[in-house]
């Protein structure tokens, strides 16, 4: 059990959180995305940020509906989140989903919901950097190959390519990159409402596609900063029956773990 | 005095030949929608010298993008020369310009050694697209058309090329001789290297010169009105394509306005919502549904693939690619551009972007993924193509796939795009692994 707080309890004592983490709806349901989630609440809880989550009051961003065609559907939920987050005076949102993060950075700010919205990555690393994150007495990946998948969400679609990086840089580890990466890396296969469909036919899916990249550099971790990356990369891992010799984890886990967090 | 009255009315026929094109290309532009991409002026000039002006996106592949501006400085300086050119050809002088002495040297050598790169870079060219047969080159938007068009312009690149050597060479040789009207003007790096290969006899280095002169010059007008009905003419448009290229982050997607009102009014009765234009529509089935700065990248495609052979789609082997998004939306432009010419402005044709060029299995195949925007080397957007045809088969037709309709509804009853109930949003804080 970890303690979360939610926007309601703490109206309720009179306080008002330093950040608000927008948990998103993989996060929330998914059941490998909870870990990921219950990971970087733990580290929030660990470095005492004052942190709340919204709960049952949270509602979809309305991501895959837009990015599908449904504007109506999109705005819908937008705009009654944006009460909800105007309503608890929220200032500033972290979340670790680059879906969530985009949207409410970009697209919501037009429909009246303004918000300094940061990358959990991205907050890891001011954790870092702030000493308030030592990498102790946790699991070592001293020396392990690590590569990093960059979600289009994050990298592409907000220039965000270093945080996760640098969040790696501590560790340590064998770091080897992916032969598309950064700008040129190559989408998960989920983005754009792919999760919720079948993929038209090709020859292959893309996700089968990127783990080549994977394979090449030999690593044994594929590290991932958002839940649909998260299921596609572990569906491709599956793929090729490499479940012994390579782990699918989020940087918060990692984190978590090196930190002896989880 | 004949010669210059030719040629007076060889490049007044150029000039009016090419404005027409270009105002049919500009009314084909106007079919689309209005949009304001007028904001932050100094970051729009920014981007367009970068981008356009010192080609900033063509070297992240190498070989490609170092040749590319090669041939690009070279033609854009040689193209000084054609200034003389028409001074000579209106007034029947020989190389004005050489009062300019030892500069007018360093000018004409420095011509003949981009002339020379040129030629190198075009054959580089060449041969990646005949010999390499590189897959970038391929697809089932590269018919025969877009094809022989790519190789078209190598090819008058090198005849041009050519000419301008062998009619400096000529010229060279004639000024050795000391004849009549070729003063001692120019030095000659490359095309010194020709010399031994033409004639001695006066008459036929004249007629040389003659012809190489008439070539190149008859052969730049010609290809100035060959431009605006080939992938070529991104040489043009390249710079303001990239001045109204979109400046907000890759992964934000415009929320439409007529949207906003009517949602505004469903949340909030009172609201009135302004009255919108009954032709209105929400998403695109037609150009005319696109607004006009997708509409001038369709004209700006250069067709080179690079969007195409990032987009993750295409390379596992879906029917999507972004090239041929824009090279569709071009064609289907001018299609209704010569309806309009042949027809009147009302007239329908009964087609439309989607379905007759598009297909749905293309549209759905996309991941907005924004591989393609960050790709293409003049800031062209085929994402936003798609995603306004999505939204036209969603919003106007309800025609999706099963599976997207449930995730729509999950939304709308659950608040999430899988079927969880509420309720059990928060049961994550209480599991423990
Ligand atoms: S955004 Fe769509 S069309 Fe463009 S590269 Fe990605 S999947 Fe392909
Ligand atoms: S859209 Fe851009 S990248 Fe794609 S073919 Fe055209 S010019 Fe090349």
């Known amino acids: 059990m970890i303690q979360v707080p939610t926007m309601a309890d703490m109206i309720a004592a009179g306080e008002e959180p330093e950040v608000l983490f927008w948990v998103g709806c993989a996060g929330s349901y998914d059941e490998r995305a909870q870990r990921v989630t219950q990971a970087f609440a733990k580290i929030l809880t660990h470095c005492n940020i004052k942190f709340a989550v919204l709960g049952t009051e949270e509602n979809c961003t309305g991501d895959p509906a837009k990015r599908a065609g449904n504007e109506f559907l999109f705005q819908m939920q937008a705009m009654m989140n944006i009460e909800v987050l105007n309503g608890y005076n929220i200032k500033k949102i972290v979340t670790a989903c680059p879906h969530c993060f985009n949207t409410i950075k970009n697209e919501y700010p037009n429909l009246g919901g303004h918000y300094d919205v940061i990358h959990h990555t991205q907050l890891i690393q001011e954790l870092i950097d702030a000493g308030k994150l030592k990498a102790e007495n946790g699991e070592s990946f001293k020396g392990k190959k690590i590569t990093y998948h960059d979600p289009c969400y994050l990298g592409r679609a907000n220039g965000v390519y270093e945080a996760p990086r640098k969040v790696l840089e501590v560790l340590d580890a064998d770091l080897v990159e992916m032969k598309r990466c950064k700008q040129n890396g190559l989408c998960c296969g989920a983005g754009g409402a792919q999760m919720f469909k079948e993929p038209e036919k090709g020859k292959k899916d893309v996700n089968i ?54 | 005095m004949l010669a210059q009255i030719i040629f007076i009315l060889a490049l007044i026929t150029a ?54 501006i090669l041939v690009y400085v070279g033609f854009i300086i040689i193209n000084i020369e054609v200034l003389e050119i028409i001074i000579d050809g209106i007034f029947g002088t020989h190389r004005v310009f050489s009062f300019l002495g030892s500069f007018y040297n360093f000018l004409i050598a420095s011509f003949e050694i981009l002339a020379l790169l040129v030629l190198l870079g075009v054959f580089v060219f060449l041969a990646r697209r005949l010999v390499l047969q590189l897959k970038r080159f391929k697809g089932i938007e590269m018919t025969a058309w877009p094809k022989s068009d790519a190789i078209y312009i190598l090819v008058i690149e090198v005849l041009l090329m050519s000419a301008f050597l062998t009619m400096n060479a000529a010229d060279y040789k004639l000024q050795q001789a000391g004849v009549h009207h070729y003063t001692l003007a ?26 190489c002169w008439w070539f190149h ?48 009014a469903m949340l909030n009765p009172s609201y009135t919502p302004p009255a919108i234009d009954a032709n209105n529509k ?132 659950n608040g999430a795009p899988w079927k969880y109930s509420p309720a059990d949003r928060f049961n994550w804080a209480n599991k423990e692994d």
């Open chain 1, 209 to 262: 596609e990127r783990m080549d990249d994977v394979l090449e550099t030999k690593a044994e971790v594929v590290a991932v900063g958002c839940p649909f990356c998260m299921t596609m990369m572990k569906d491709g891992v599956k793929h090729f029956e490499k479940e012994q010799e390579i782990e699918v984890l989020d940087i918060a886990e990692i984190t978590a773990r090196n930190n002896n967090l989880i």
């Open chain 2, 15 to 68: 000039i009016i030949a090419f404005t027409i094109s270009i105002k049919k290309i500009i009314r084909n532009i106007n079919l689309g929608k209005d949009i304001d991409r007028t904001d932050h002026q100094p970051e729009r000039w920014k981007n367009m010298l970068k981008v356009a002006l010192g080609q900033s996106k063509m070297t992240a592949r190498p070989v490609a993008g170092i040749m590319h």
């Open chain 2, 186 to 211: 120019g030095s000659f790096p490359v095309s010194q290297f020709i010399l031994p290969l033409l004639p001695t006899d006066i008459n036929s280095l004249i007629l040389i010169e003659r012809f």
């Open chain 2, 217 to 264: 010059i008859l052969g730049i007008l010609a290809f100035l009105n060959y431009l605006p009905f080939s992938k070529h003419f991104h040489i043009i448009l390249a710079f303001p394509n990239t001045w109204y290229a979109k400046l907000a982050p890759k992964g934000e997607f415009n929320n439409m306005e007529t949207v906003s009102h009517e949602v505004k």
């Open chain 2, 282 to 413: 929400f998403g695109a089935k037609d150009v005319q549904d696109l607004n006009w700065v997708q509409l001038m990248n369709a004209y700006t495609c250069t067709e080179c693939g690079r969007c195409t052979s990032s987009c993750p789609a295409n390379i596992t082997g879906k029917l999507l690619s972004p090239r041929k998004i824009m090279m569709d939306t071009r064609d289907r432009m001018e299609e209704i551009g010569r309806n309009i010419d042949k027809h009147g402005k009302d007239y329908n044709d009964g087609k439309s972007l989607l379905d007759d060029y598009i297909s749905r299995e293309e549209i759905w195949a996309c991941t907005t993924c924004n591989a393609c925007v960050e790709a293409c080397p003049v800031n062209i957007d085929p994402l936003s193509i798609i995603l306004d045809l999505r939204r036209f088969a969603v919003m106007e037709e309800s025609n999706v796939t099963g599976s997207l309709n449930a995730m729509f509804s999950n939304i709308e009853n």
